[in-house]
C-alpha cells in the first residue's frame, strides 16, 4: 500500500517571518532593515521609487536577494505600513476614549505629512499589520466597558479613522499640488488662482463662499482645521451613542 503524502505545512506568513531570530548574528538582510531602507526611499522619492532593484543597490545585494524575505511590492508596501505604524505611541497616561481616540487621531495626521507616500497608497486603510492591530486594540480598548455593544464601538473607532485619513489625505494633495506650482504659502496659492477665483465670484452664484473667502482668518491654519473637525466627529459620536 502506497504511503500517503503528507499535507504540505502552508508558508509562514510575513508577521511570523518577522518576528523571528535571524538565524545567525552574521545575517545582513532581515525584513525590518528592508522596510527600513523602502521607507526612506519612499519619503525622499515617493513610492514608485521603490523597487526590487533600487532596494537591491540601496541594501548592496543581489537583486534577487530582496525576494527571498519578501514576495512582491504588495507584500513589501504592507510591510512598509507595519514599520512607520510603530511611530504611532499614545503614552499609558492618556485614558478615557476621547483622549485616547483624539491622541491617536493627532498621530496618525503627524504621521501621514512625516510620511506622504501613505496617502497615495490604498494598503495603509486595510493592510492587516501588528502595529496597526496594537493601534486598533488600543482604541477599541478604550471604549469598551461604556455600555456600547461590539458593533458600536467599531463604529466609533472607524469614524474616527475615516476622518484622519480622508482629512490628511487631502492635506497631503494639497502640499503636493503647491510644491508642483511652486507656491510656499496659500497666499502664494491665492494669488496664483486669482483669476480664477475673481471670475467665478463675480458671477454672484456663490455668495456663502465669497463671505468665507473674505471674511475667514483661519485658511491656513491646517492644524486648527484638523482639531476642529475632529471635535466636531467627537462631538457626533459622543451624542449618538451617549457615552
Known amino acids: 500500500m502506497a504511503t500517503e503524502k503528507k499535507k504540505s505545512?502552508?508558508?509562514?506568513?510575513?508577521?511570523?517571518?518577522?518576528?523571528?531570530?535571524?538565524?545567525?548574528?552574521?545575517?545582513?538582510?532581515?525584513?525590518?532593515?528592508?522596510?527600513?531602507?523602502?521607507?526612506?526611499?519612499?519619503?525622499?522619492?515617493?513610492?514608485?521609487?521603490?523597487?526590487?532593484r533600487r532596494l537591491a543597490t540601496e541594501l548592496g545585494v543581489a537583486p534577487m536577494a530582496a525576494y527571498r524575505h519578501v514576495a512582491d511590492k504588495n507584500e513589501?508596501?504592507?510591510?512598509?505600513?507595519?514599520?512607520?505604524?510603530?511611530?504611532?505611541?499614545?503614552?499609558?497616561?492618556?485614558s478615557g476614549w476621547r483622549d485616547v481616540l483624539h491622541a491617536f487621531a493627532g498621530q496618525a495626521r503627524q504621521l501621514m505629512l512625516n510620511h506622504p507616500w501613505l496617502a497615495h497608497m490604498p494598503t495603509p486603510l486595510y493592510a492587516l499589520t501588528p502595529s496597526r492591530m496594537a493601534v486598533a486594540e488600543r482604541q477599541l480598548?478604550?471604549?469598551?466597558?461604556?455600555?456600547?455593544?461590539?458593533?458600536?464601538?467599531?463604529?466609533?473607532?472607524?469614524t474616527v479613522n475615516a476622518y484622519v485619513q480622508g482629512s490628511t489625505q487631502a492635506e497631503v494633495v494639497l502640499r503636493r499640488y503647491r510644491d508642483e506650482h511652486g507656491w510656499h504659502t496659500g497666499e502664494e496659492s491665492r494669488t496664483a488662482l486669482a483669476p480664477q477665483m475673481n471670475y467665478l465670484m463675480a458671477t454672484g452664484r456663490y455668495p456663502t463662499?465669497?463671505?468665507?473667502?473674505?471674511?475667514?482668518?483661519?485658511?491656513?491654519?491646517?492644524?486648527?482645521?484638523?482639531?476642529?473637525?475632529?471635535?466636531?466627529?467627537?462631538?457626533?459620536?459622543?451624542?449618538r451613542l451617549g457615552i
Not at 513589501?76 to 497616561?93: H, I, K, N, S, W
Not at 461604556?146 to 473607532?157: E, K
Open 141 to 158: 480598548a478604550s471604549l469598551d466597558g461604556l455600555g456600547l455593544d461590539a458593533d458600536q464601538m467599531m463604529v466609533a473607532f472607524r
Open 76 to 94: 513589501l508596501a504592507v510591510l512598509m505600513v507595519e514599520q512607520v505604524t510603530g511611530e504611532l505611541v499614545v503614552p499609558d497616561g492618556v
Open 209 to 239: 463662499y465669497h463671505r468665507y473667502a473674505h471674511s475667514a482668518d483661519r485658511k491656513d491654519d491646517e492644524t486648527w482645521m484638523f482639531e476642529s473637525g475632529l471635535d466636531c466627529v467627537l462631538d457626533g459620536i459622543a451624542a
Open 9 to 52: 505545512q502552508p508558508d509562514p506568513s510575513l508577521w511570523e517571518r518577522l518576528e523571528r531570530p535571524a538565524a545567525t548574528q552574521r545575517t545582513a538582510l532581515t525584513l525590518r532593515k528592508i522596510a527600513a531602507v523602502a521607507v526612506r526611499i519612499a519619503d525622499a522619492e515617493g513610492f514608485p521609487a521603490v523597487t526590487m
